[in-house]
């Protein structure tokens, strides 16, 4: 699917400034992964019980990532925002996804942190 057509869609007028950010979040995640030599795989999985940002592919790896967007770090920051309940979500998504495939790579969890326009890559957040 074409990411711009994609993006246009989701940025209908039906979505709040707060979705707005958090889409404008993913694209500057994808646009960083991908400069990084990661290839995508699949946005926005949603499973009943949770949902993975981006699913990408990191050489070998299959790479759940989380994307989190905070202006600054007042509240802890988009770090602390990935609580043990959003880390469990997470982890259901990615065993549903899993589940799909005939064959399991190795795979690992990270996190893609924007704050003040800066980019942090957190990589296997969970272990």
């Known amino acids: 699917m074409n990411p ?10 039906l979505r709040t400034q707060q979705q707005r950010t958090g889409d404008a979040g993913e694209e500057q995640a994808l646009s960083y992964l991908l400069g990084q030599g990661l290839s995508l795989v699949e946005r926005s999985f949603l ?9 990408m592919r990191d050489q070998q790896h299959l790479v759940f990532v989380e994307v989190r967007k905070r202006r600054d770090a007042r509240f802890g920051g988009a770090k ?48």
């Not at 711009?4 to 007028?13: I, Q």
């Not at 990935?82 to 589940?99: P, S």
């Open 80 to 127: 602390a925002s990935v609580t043990q309940a959003k880390q469990r979500r997470m982890v259901h998504a990615a065993q549903v996804y899993l589940k799909q495939l005939t064959r399991q790579p190795p795979c690992r969890f990270d996190l893609l942190a924007i704050e003040n326009e800066q980019v942090q890559w957190l990589k296997n957040i969970i272990s």
């Open 47 to 55: 499973c009943k019980g949770g949902e993975i940002d981006l699913i």
């Open 4 to 13: 711009s057509s994609w993006l246009a869609k989701r940025l209908g007028s």
